[in-house]
């Protein structure tokens, strides 16, 4: 059984830096598409930033150039860099496994089938 959890959120203000990591046991870490979600109550799911198992990223344009998702195969360990953080990047944040190396369509929830429990970054002005 695949085990996702999330840390590294927290309360900052605009403008700064977080990194988030969500640590992955059982199934193939290194062989799986693993993605970043956010979502604030009453939304849906949105897709932030997803990499291949060949390190390949992908990343939502509201996201692009300030956000940096990597991953270190060794550590079963994902990462995401988000820094020039604004409030509406408020949310809580879900890391997502896919189960194939390359990923199709990155930023649908619905082609994900592991997820984390999720932890809350809050951005205030």
């Known amino acids: 059984q695949v085990q996702l959890v999330e840390s590294g959120g927290a309360s900052v203000q605009a403008g700064g830096s977080l990194r988030l990591s969500c640590s992955v046991s059982?199934?193939?870490?290194?062989?799986?598409?693993m993605a970043w979600f956010r979502q604030v109550p009453g939304t849906e799911r949105e897709g932030v930033a997803a990499?291949?198992?060949?390190?390949?990223?992908n990343y939502a344009d509201s996201v692009n150039a300030r956000f940096s998702i990597s991953r270190d195969n060794a550590k079963n360990t994902l990462y995401l860099q988000m820094n020039g953080l604004k409030p509406e990047d408020t949310g809580k944040y879900y890391c997502?496994?896919?189960?194939?190396?390359?990923?199709?369509?990155?930023?649908?929830?619905?082609?994900?089938?592991?997820w984390g429990q999720g932890t809350q970054v809050t951005v205030s002005s």
């Open positions: 997502a496994s896919q189960r194939r190396p390359r990923c199709d369509r990155p930023m649908y929830p619905s082609l994900y089938y592991d």
């Open positions: 059982g199934g193939s870490f290194s062989a799986s598409c």
């Open positions: 990499i291949d198992s060949d390190g390949h990223p």
